[in-house]
């Protein structure tokens, strides 16, 4: 691993950096309380109704040129309006000015190149979370693509089929860029998993969940009080505000994206049925889990199976967040509609992951994640071993090939979860490793973000 490698991999560790900058996410929202501990200043209402629009998909993006081994595309990010809010139109950041962006679509060992113009006035990166990519092409905070510059960036998609995203990734303004619309989803298929009998073509749809605040006019709110993060009071699903999305009496396959700034979910279906769970961040699990609450924090992605032919034809299943107060519980809703849809099914075996195996003798680092107060700085600091970011400091030096065993620790004065990453490469989680073990992950599920000290063993 080369020096700049071991920077971006530690970076990445530098608590939920990827999705939100130093300083930054509350979880207020575990404990169901309204951020700031009452209505957020300056937040709007949306004037329609809930469940009054219905479920926008993101199209899936033509490549601009293809060969035998490779597939170019173009996306100029630019300033847009887009009706988010029912009846109300919202500036946003979008790729290609569309918001979610535009879904890339690939098949593993298909090199994509994808350029990126910037259209905006702010300097933005590119970041492809869970990518396997070149550093050159990672995307790392400080590689800024200024107004008016074009950058390509290569992904060789030599990976496992998995569910990933881009994201604006720029140093102090990621929180910010993804907010007003920089995120999209990025789908690795291989031929293992195209084999299997899942649902497929519009029976596979991938949810970007967010929440947002409005100003009375419409426009996005980022207001991150202080040092904190955003959470907001309106529920947005795809880029609109509590939508419906009418479905056959089936299976779907739904690739749930948390690309919130601040808030956690712990998704369930208002009729208490089961998701069937059959993929994480890394891809699919070993074999299907079937689990009615299931926790997301931001950045990650699960990847579930809903069989709408339990519920009768005519009636309505809501997608809601259990950690959530009543009224803030509700993130979109499901209409059962029409006769059967597909013989789409979950078998029993699912793939084999490749798991790790740690070695006796392996190499156990331990990476504290915590606040630290002051140090020339305004406010809170998010440190991981006590130190601060440093795009000049490496802390590991591993070498390539070698497995190693890293244990991360939030300290209790956090007060707020820490949803980590590794840039660069795919690691054995513990959600890979829970999903052998149902009843354990049905037990910790929900938890453990908030044992105090929280942990999380690779
Ligand atoms: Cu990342």
């Not at 990976?159 to 990933?164: D, F, I």
């Not at 920089?182 to 969940?209: H, M, N, R, S």
Request: overall charge neutral.
């Amino acid at each position: 691993m080369n020096r700049r490698k071991a920077l971006a991999l530690i970076a990445s560790g530098g608590a939920a950096a990827a999705l939100v900058p130093a300083g930054c996410s509350i979880v207020q929202g575990l404990a169901g309380n309204p951020p700031g501990g009452g209505t957020p200043p300056g937040g709007g209402k949306p004037s329609g109704s809930r469940f009054s629009v219905p479920l926008r998909i993101p199209p899936v993006l033509n490549p601009t040129s293809s060969t035998s081994a490779q597939d170019e595309y173009d996306i100029v990010q630019s300033v847009a309006s887009q009706e988010i809010l029912p009846g109300q139109t919202t500036t946003i950041w979008g790729y290609n000015g569309i918001f979610p962006g535009p879904t890339i679509r690939v098949k593993k060992g298909r090199t994509a190149v994808v350029r990126h113009t910037n259209r905006l006035s702010t300097d933005t990166v590119v970041h492809l979370h869970g990518g396997m990519t070149p550093s050159d092409s990672d995307g790392f905070p400080t590689d800024m693509v200024m107004p008016g510059q074009t950058r390509a960036y290569t992904y060789p998609n030599q990976q496992r089929a998995c569910t990933l995203w881009y994201h604006d990734h720029a140093m102090d303004q990621t929180g910010q860029n993804i907010y007003m619309g920089l995120a999209g989803f990025y789908i690795i298929d291989d031929d293992e998993e195209l084999a299997l009998p899942l649902p497929k073509g519009q029976f596979d749809v991938p949810l970007l969940l967010q929440d947002r605040l409005f100003n009375p006019d419409g426009s996005l709110l980022y207001n991150t009080f202080g040092n904190t993060g955003v959470q907001g009071d309106v529920m947005v699903v795809n880029g609109v505000a509590w939508p419906y999305f009418q479905v056959s009496p089936g299976k779907y396959r739904f690739r749930i994206l948390n690309g919130a700034n601040a808030r956690p979910f712990g998704l369930a279906l208002s009729n208490g049925s089961a998701f069937i769970l059959i993929g994480t961040d890394g891809g699919l699990l070993p074999a299907p889990v079937s689990i009615t609450n299931l926790p997301i924090a931001m950045a990650e992605r699960v990847d579930v199976v809903i069989d709408f032919s339990t519920i009768p034809v005519g009636t309505s299943v809501y997608l809601i967040n259990t950690l959530e107060q009543p009224s803030l519980q509700q993130l979109m809703r499901f209409d059962v509609t029409g006769s059967a849809a597909n013989d789409a099914s979950v078998p029993a075996q699912l793939s084999n992951p490749g798991f790790l195996t740690r070695p006796a003798n392996a190499t156990t680092r331990n990476w504290y994640l915590g606040p630290s107060f002051g140090g020339g700085h305004s406010g809170v600091m998010w440190t991981i071993n006590g130190q601060e970011f440093d795009p000049n400091r490496s802390d590991a030096s591993v070498p390539l090939g070698q497995i190693e065993f890293w244990r991360f620790f939030n300290n209790p004065a956090s007060k707020m979860l820490h949803p980590a990453h590794m840039h660069l490469a795919h690691i054995s989680k513990s959600w890979s490793g829970m999903a052998d073990h149902p009843s354990l992950m049905k037990r910790h599920g929900r938890t453990r973000w908030l044992s105090s000290p929280a942990k999380r063993s690779l």
